[in-house]
């Protein structure tokens, strides 16, 4: 049995790792401090996070902003409004990006390169905002759900990345073979690009589920109805509030000053609360996708 030799390292290699080691403890401690802080300032007496005694480990636990927060039946709306436009319109980015990659993947496709480059020309140029809202206006899609899932379902930057990706990754033999057995063009796709496309899908769903989540602009523009708000915008309107609120209290008596302040004290671990209420849900998904990524994201994103 053959004894496997290690290189062994020289003085330069040792400094090297030594930096990149330092470097990648830095830049942890810079991403994990304000996770931790949020946390710490969601839970800890809201006097001393306002006033800077709270800056890592949580000091005087206290739910109270989880029971106003959760009590709040704006938030809970919200919520749900986010949790409805982030599955449909993630369905409808997906029922879009992946047929329209796959056209312009195979090489049988007539005028795909004209396709391509008119859907890259896009990424560069748009309307802009007020024709866009006229758009929008004269279609009758104000006030509705699909003013904030149909102007944008496709990506073409996901379409570029996934076209690659089933051009690298599916065998173009494995598609003759299965035409020749006389397969049609959908049930290929279904029965077979699908099912070997699991990758690219889940790393599509993450991107085009993310950006709904933390969508809120679309909804600013093209919604006045307030309960259709989705969490982000809810989560806006409670910031704007504390801050009309602040202004007020040099105006107004000793005892309803207090009040005033201590309610504002209360909304500022609120809003923190509000940051992990809204951000939960994309912490618990990611872990389970990200053993695509390697195989999904990396492959696709050599374009061609």
């Not at 070997?196 to 909804?219: D, E, K, R």
């Amino acid at each position: 049995m053959t004894k496997t030799k290690l290189v062994k390292e020289t003085k330069t290699d040792k400094i090297f790792l030594g930096f990149v080691y330092v470097f990648l403890g830095v830049a942890l401690l810079i991403v994990l401090y304000p996770l931790l802080y949020i946390i710490s300032a969601s839970i800890s007496n809201p006097h001393l996070v306002n006033s800077g005694e709270m800056w890592l480990f949580p000091k005087d636990i206290t739910l109270d902003g989880y029971r106003t927060l959760l009590g709040n039946s704006n938030i809970w709306r919200g919520y749900l409004n986010t949790v409805y436009y982030t599955a449909l319109g993630t369905t409808i980015n997906l029922l879009v990006t992946l047929p329209c990659a796959y056209a312009l993947a195979r090489a049988d496709f007539y005028g795909r390169k004209a396709f391509t480059n008119f859907m890259l020309v896009t990424m560069f140029l748009s309307g802009g905002l007020i024709p866009s809202y006229l758009l929008i206006r004269s279609l009758g899609m104000l006030n509705t759900v699909w003013a904030l899932v149909i102007p944008g379902c496709v990506s073409v930057y996901n379409v570029v990345v996934t076209r690659t990706f089933f051009q690298t990754t599916i065998p173009r033999e494995m598609e003759e073979a299965a035409i020749v057995d006389g397969c049609s063009n959908f049930r290929l796709f279904m029965k077979i690009i699908l099912p070997l496309s699991t990758p690219i899908i889940a790393v599509m769903a993450l991107f085009y589920g993310v950006g709904h989540w933390n969508s809120f602009f679309s909804a600013l523009i093209y919604l006045s109805d307030k309960s259709m708000y989705p969490l982000q915008l809810v989560l806006r309107e409670i910031l704007i509030l504390q801050d009309m609120s602040s202004n007020t209290v040099s105006n107004v008596s000793a005892d309803t000053a207090n009040m005033l302040y201590s309610k504002q004290q209360l909304e500022a671990v609120i809003k923190y609360g509000v940051m992990i209420v809204s951000t939960l849900p994309i912490i618990i998904i990611y872990p389970f996708l990200q053993k695509y990524f390697v195989k999904g994201m990396m492959v696709g994103s050599i374009k061609g």
